[in-house]
């Protein structure tokens, strides 16, 4: 079955440090993959995907995220985490029907503290 | 361009009542798809419309329905609510143009739903 696996639940890093978020997914083929952000009483914000080609990805506010087919591995990365990046970052796969692109399955999250 | 919308933003119902729950999307776009959120099982897929057709659908009992309107709009309903209903829940809308699956799903806001 597919499935998405965020390892870490919570993690705290200061502002200025790197940041890695990891996401390993089980998928039987190459999946389209995204990072979604979600702030206090917020919707989803996305933050970059991955369909195909180069395998890393670019996303909105500084974020990038490399795509590794042999560790089925999407992890999020940013060189330098400023307060406003405290939040919840998701994880997805998806989608897995043909004629459908709803059906993503997301990862439990991983909340990021920033400590000043 | 606004953005999704979603309406109530917060509901408080008791068991055994029904709800229903509203969603428009970003205009032009055809598909929307509908997620619950929970604390312990995380964001899970309900499902997916597109013109007025439901085209996937998650692993919830039939007590979750929903519907889209010629203008793209689409509305969830839970019959017979349960204390285990108390979620968030999210629309999400995507242009889906041409049918195409893989498109950048945006999400609205949420409706928070507590069942007392």
């Known amino acids: 079955a597919q499935s998405v696996t965020q390892p870490d639940i919570h993690i705290t890093v200061s502002e200025g440090a790197s940041l890695e978020l990891r996401c390993n997914y089980s998928?039987?083929?190459?999946?389209?993959l995204f990072w979604y952000v979600q702030s206090p009483g917020q919707g989803l914000q996305l933050l970059l995907k991955y369909f195909s080609g180069d395998t890393l990805v670019q996303g909105i506010k500084g974020f990038e995220a490399e795509f590794k087919r042999s560790q089925s591995s999407f992890n999020l990365r940013k060189p330098s985490v400023h307060w406003s990046d405290a939040a919840e970052y998701f994880c997805?796969?998806?989608?897995?029907?043909?004629?459908?692109?709803?059906?993503?399955?997301f990862g439990k999250g991983t909340k990021l503290s920033v400590k000043p | 361009k606004a953005g999704v919308t979603q309406t109530p933003r917060y509901l408080i119902k008791t068991r055994g009542q029904q709800v229903t729950l509203s969603c428009s999307p970003i205009s032009g776009h055809r598909s929307v798809s509908w997620y619950q959120q929970t604390p312990g099982q995380g964001l899970q897929f309900l499902f997916e419309y597109f013109s007025e057709t439901q085209r996937n659908k998650g692993n919830f009992p039939g007590r979750f329905s929903g519907r889209q309107f010629s203008n793209s709009r689409s509305e969830m309903n839970v019959s017979t609510l349960e204390l285990g209903d108390s979620a968030l829940y999210l629309c999400a809308s995507s242009l889906a143009s041409g049918g195409k699956t893989g498109e950048t799903q945006y999400f609205g806001p949420g409706t928070r739903l507590l069942v007392l």
């Open positions: 997805a796969v998806g989608p897995f029907d043909g004629g459908s692109q709803g059906n993503l399955i």
């Open positions: 998928y039987g083929a190459t999946p389209y």
